[in-house]
């Protein structure tokens, strides 16, 4: 019962380069999200998407890229990495929208920690 | 404009007493209330909800308290247990177009001492 798997779980890059961050979940779930959590902080919202070949921008959508091929993968793309992009990454599923409790749980996977530097 | 506040880093408590996480929210279209958990080095997991056309929520040793007059709402654990020790992250939820927005806090550091 795997759930919600991000990889890498750890990555240093040096400025300017590229990643691409993995996600998949094996829920069956339409909604997938990509936070970042910075210390203190709560988690901000990157992108997120309402199913496959549809995405939208969150609060912080700036510096990175998203696809949603497939209902089961939702990578997040860091073009030129930058140190303000220091951070741990969480992805997370949900089934969608509201009218039930079950719904408006996201699962979240373990979380990549990202150094720039 | 932070819309869901919890205002205490952190809390510790003696295991076996009551703990109380507390969160603030402003947006009074919020409609859903949502507590998770998170320990170090993983990703937060749900952990009990409420309904804004509710007040109350109960689950074995955690109870949601939703007070939407104040805009507030509360996190009972009781009795604690030194598994209990985590960071706690409020979140609320309120329909923004087609999409659930969610919000999250802060998060509160949990700490039960044996």
């Known amino acids: 019962n795997a759930g919600v798997t991000q990889t890498p779980k750890f990555r240093i890059l040096k400025i300017g380069q590229s990643m691409t961050l993995q996600c998949t979940q094996d829920?069956?779930?339409?909604?997938m999200y990509w936070y970042r959590q910075d210390p203190g902080m709560g988690l901000k919202l990157i992108y997120y998407?309402?199913?496959?070949?549809?995405?939208d921008k969150g609060e912080v959508p700036n510096g990175y890229n998203v696809s949603r091929s497939t209902t089961e993968d939702f990578p997040l793309r860091l073009e030129l990495a930058a140190p303000s992009q220091t951070s741990v990454y969480f992805c997370?599923?949900?089934?969608?929208?509201?009218?039930?409790?079950?719904?408006?749980?996201?699962?979240f996977g373990a979380g990549t920690r990202l150094s720039v530097l | 404009d932070q819309q869901v506040k919890q205002n205490s880093p952190s809390l510790s408590v003696q295991e076996g007493r009551i703990s109380i996480l507390n969160c603030d929210y402003t947006?009074?279209?919020?409609?859903?209330f949502l507590w998770y958990k998170k320990y170090p080095a993983e990703g937060p997991t749900f952990l009990i909800s409420?309904?804004?056309?509710?007040d109350k929520n109960e689950d074995g040793r955690f109870t949601v308290f939703l007070n939407k007059s104040a805009k507030h709402l509360s996190l009972h654990i009781v009795p604690s247990q030194p598994g209990d020790s985590a960071v706690y992250f409020c979140?609320?939820?309120?329909?923004?177009?087609?999409?659930?927005?969610?919000?999250f806090g802060t998060g509160t550091k949990l700490q039960v001492i044996p």
């Open positions: 997370a599923s949900s089934l969608g929208l509201s009218g039930s409790s079950a719904k408006n749980i996201q699962y």
């Open positions: 947006n009074s279209m919020f409609d859903y």
């Open positions: 998407s309402v199913g496959a070949g549809i995405t």
């Open positions: 409420i309904s804004s056309i509710k």
């Open positions: 829920m069956n779930h339409n909604y």
């Open positions: 979140a609320a939820s309120a329909r923004s177009g087609g999409y659930q927005k969610v919000t």
